[in-house]
């Protein structure tokens, strides 16, 4: 108003100059009320112009006003009370933006199912207010899920070159082709929309290019860290940006995210150069060849491999779609340093000294342990496990996989494998140990905290951890997936079981098809096998014709079980003679009758519980 006063009264200033005095006495034609029109029709001006700012100001109010008043939810969709699927929605007013999009490797007993991803029904019912996906960082725990819902939510995806090109892999990987609006985020970048504003600030993780997010609200800033830590030995490109993180504890943080997988780790992390002293020392005990196996988008880890074994002159062969996809990208953005001429396929191993090789292994999608079983149960053809390799875990296994690690393991020492586990010194954790998640919360000093990314241990414990650095008990919210804390103004409230969700089961590319019964009936094959009795009635006599034909399939051998097999022979054609079929209806119940009278025979003389399959036809 001042400014445009000014300009206003300017205007409105008799120009004294000699030259304007002659001109107005040559022009001075007009009536002699003239002075007096020009004066109101300057005033009159005036009015309108002020009015126009006083419009925009009342405008400008009200939309701030709506800021104020849109109330903030959050709510985990993923990632909380179990390892990766990273996913968090947050709404303001009327937007939704959606913190990562990860998956899970699916537990031991999920058989044929290839990956878990968060449930995105809710977001799929409100994609008209999703404002995009930001990633923090490349691995598929934060960004696998993308290629999965990409289709159904058709939003923009945000995240660093790398974490981009990572996620394009991916998707070519899957051999999935959408178009997707990207956006190369840097984390100076700000991006503004209606009711926020995004900024990113870096993050120390196990790959360069890793961003902590920052939702700015008219209520303060909502700041998601992502996974990381705090190591002062690793280079540049890897290092967290601990002035800009502090600058936004020093601007107020209205509710902060924060990792916990490593929430029960007393003190500090290994620094990074340790644990590549000891790769260092692993390569140089090693006189046959190396085989290590590692997470696909662990670039930390990769770069220390790679560099132990070019110091000792050996040749790297990639062994995983993932892997070779993710060091050819980390090469094209000069992140990891090695020429073509020290790489090799599977057919020239044979051409070198087993002290000159190094295999790199990863799995499809990045996971090593299974990288690891296909070598040891010789399922990957030009590779077989020799007495005095050594074999290299240089990963730390998600929970639903140590199983399998374990079984893994065993097998490599039987076939005379040297074993070399990922140790605390040996494989640097990627994520924040207590110290170092206390030094997050100090800087960063949240009015609210929710602990995320982690078991219920983890979250707990990190919560007790938010504690001691001061944030208020009440304000200390640990969500279970689904659950929404609401905030508006100086009052929050936690919504139980706001928003239904589950677990999503990849199954090749089916999606969300493979339902909690099949999975049942899949660990029943695994385990018992198949029995099935075919039959024929006739349409006319409603009577058996000839004899039921039995076959099994993973469940009994059938040489050595051929009079339990006559036994469920006879009791099929007992059945059907002391129940004659009176209708064709019947022959569902008849069906129902007979699995259930074998397989109580079955289990009573094999202990086992095979799925049973009655198939009839009228003849």
């Known amino acids: 108003m001042s400014n445009n006063g000014i300009i206003i009264a300017k205007n409105l200033q008799k120009n004294n100059s000699p030259k304007n005095n002659q001109a107005s006495k040559k022009n001075n034609t007009r009536p002699k009320n003239s002075k007096k029109v020009v004066a109101k029709e300057q005033q009159n001006n005036s009015k309108q112009v002020v009015q126009k700012i006083n419009n925009v100001n009342k405008a400008k109010s009200q939309q701030n006003k709506s800021k104020k008043l849109a109330k903030i939810r959050i709510t985990p969709l ?10 968090y929605m947050v709404e303001i007013g009327d937007e939704i933006y959606v913190l990562d999009a990860g998956l899970m490797f699916p537990e031991t007993e999920m058989i044929g199912i290839d990956a878990v991803i968060p449930d995105i029904s809710y977001l799929v019912r409100n994609k008209q207010k ?29 995240g660093s070159k790398l974490t981009i090109d990572l996620l394009k892999n991916h998707l070519k990987q899957l051999s999935i082709k959408r178009r997707i609006k990207f956006y190369y985020v840097k984390d100076n970048n700000k991006y503004d929309f ?31 860290t992502g996974e990381f830590k705090f190591d002062q030995s690793v280079s540049k490109e890897y290092k967290s940006d601990i002035v800009k993180i502090s600058t936004l504890g020093q601007k107020g943080v209205l509710a902060l995210l924060s990792d916990s997988s490593n929430a029960n780790v007393k003190g500090y992390n290994v620094p990074e150069n340790e644990a590549a002293e000891q790769i260092d020392n692993a390569f140089y005990q090693a006189n046959k060849r190396i085989i290590v196996t590692c997470y696909a988008s662990n670039f930390l880890t990769i770069s220390h491999i790679v560099r132990a074994a070019l110091a000792q002159n050996r040749k790297i062969l990639l062994l995983g779609q993932a892997i070779e996809a993710s060091i050819n990208t980390a090469r094209n953005m000069n992140y990891l340093q090695i020429e073509d001429s020290n790489l090799i396929s599977i057919g020239e191993l044979k051409n070198y000294p087993q002290n000159e090789v190094c295999i790199l292994s990863s799995g499809d999608q990045g996971e090593p342990i299974e990288a690891m079983k296909n070598i040891a149960e010789k399922k990957v053809n030009g590779i077989q496990i020799e007495s005095g390799d050594t074999i290299m875990v240089a990963a730390t296994p998600s929970p639903n996989m140590e199983v399998m690690l374990f079984q893994t393991l065993n097998l490599l020492v039987k076939l005379g494998a040297n074993v070399v586990t990922a140790s605390k010194r040996l494989h640097a954790a990627s994520h924040a140990t207590k110290e170092e998640l206390k030094m997050m919360l100090n800087m960063l000093m949240p009015k609210h905290f929710i602990p995320v990314q982690g078991e219920f241990r983890n979250l707990r414990k990190h919560a007790e951890i938010a504690a001691e650095t001061g944030v208020v008990a009440e304000n200390i919210h640990i969500l279970s997936k689904g659950t929404t804390l609401e905030i508006s103004g100086s009052k929050s409230k936690t919504l139980q079981n706001n928003i239904p969700v589950g677990n999503v089961l990849v199954d090749g590319r089916g999606i969300g098809d493979v339902e909690d019964s099949v999975l049942k009936d899949r660990k029943l094959l695994s385990n018992d096998g198949i029995f099935v009795a075919s039959y024929a009635i006739s349409k006319k006599e409603k009577t058996l014709v000839g004899k039921p ?7 009994v051998y059938v040489k050595k079980s051929m009079e339990l097999i006559k036994e469920a022979e006879e009791k099929v054609i007992e059945y059907l003679e002391n129940n004659p079929i009176k209708s064709i209806r019947e022959c569902a119940a008849v069906k129902a009758e007979i699995r259930s009278m074998l397989s109580s025979l079955l289990y009573d003389n094999t202990k086992r519980k095979p799925i049973i399959i009655i198939n009839f036809s009228l003849v």
């Open 78 to 87: 993923g990632g909380v009370e179990e390892v990766a699927k990273n996913m």
């Open 130 to 158: 999703i404002k995009g996906i930001f990633l923090s960082n490349g691995h598929v725990s934060s960004m696998g899920a993308v290629p999965y819902i990409i289709d159904k939510l058709k939003c923009p995806v945000y």
């Open 194 to 224: 209606n009711n926020a504003s995004v900024t990113f600030f870096k993050t120390t993780y196990s790959m360069p290019d890793s961003l902590g997010i920052c939702i700015e609200t008219s209520q303060g800033n909502i700041v998601y």
């Open 549 to 555: 034909v039995i076959q099994t399939k993973g469940f």
